[in-house]
């Protein structure tokens, strides 16, 4: 039971790599880093697949992917990418102020919950594009 590398990348930027999600419908792995940027790679060998910005200023905290795209979340923003890099939205609220993870929630598959460093969670409706719960 010794682990073994088969494969290492070096993430876009130079900058810290933040976020790490596999993609639950294609054969990717997600890697978003502290600069705000959001890289995906296939393969034995990490092949880069596509790589896009999600956010200036701010770096990616918790990626998630859904049939749509992908969801990254940073600090003060939700934003919503297809797989190709074409952004679908961008949601940012006074409800959003030091986000950290996101999950989504079996009961509920088109809500995603959103926590922090902060006094309220968030439950984030996906079809309409609304926070639907403190």
């Known amino acids: ?45 990490l092949e880069k697949y596509t790589s896009f910005q999600v956010s200036r200023g701010e770096g990616v905290r918790s990626i998630l992917t859904t049939e749509r795209g992908i969801l990254a979340l940073t600090q003060t923003r939700l934003r919503c990418q297809i797989r190709r890099g074409i952004p679908v939205f961008t949601h940012h609220s006074a409800n959003m102020l030091e986000m950290q993870c996101m999950l989504r929630y079996p009961q509920r598959p088109t809500q995603v919950l959103m926590g922090g460093i902060q006094d309220k969670m968030i439950s984030f409706d996906l079809e309409k594009c609304k926070e639907s719960q403190l």
Not at 17 to 23: G, R, Y
Not at 26 to 35: F, P, T
């Open 1 to 45: 039971n010794e682990f073994s590398p088969l494969s290492h990348v070096l993430g876009d930027g130079g900058v810290g790599i933040s976020a790490l999600a596999f993609d639950a419908q294609e054969e990717l792995i997600w890697m978003g880093n502290q600069a705000g940027h959001v890289t995906s790679y296939y393969g034995t060998q």
